[in-house]
């Protein structure tokens, strides 16, 4: 794999295992069908570029009103944030992402598959 290729992840396991710490709660142990959660907290760091074709991601940041600022990359195009507690980021599946922050900050993942959305639509 070159430097400019995402990692690609398929299993909750591996995709969570990026991050220093382990999530605080997830939904591995509850055999939900279609869909994941975690809840982490995680010091300043910086992910891999990474991708899934198996999940669409929503992050949801926990942390208040304190700003953290981050760099993203998403789909090849960087951009700086200020996030606070409640603000919201959408990762479609098959696009790559790549994320640093500066602070310690918690945050929860709702990955949803790309499959369940034509299960109940069919």
Known sequence: MSP??????????TALGVYPRPPILTSLETNWDGFGLAYMC????ATPEMATPRWHGICIFTHGDRIIHAQRKLDGKK?????AGGNIVVNP???SQQATWYEEGDFIILAMETQIYRFYHS
């Open 93 to 95: 599946a098959n696009v």
């Open 4 to 13: 400019e290729e995402p990692l690609i992840f398929t299993t909750e396991e």
């Open 42 to 45: 995680q010091p300043a760091f």
């Open 79 to 83: 951009r700086l944030d200020a996030v």
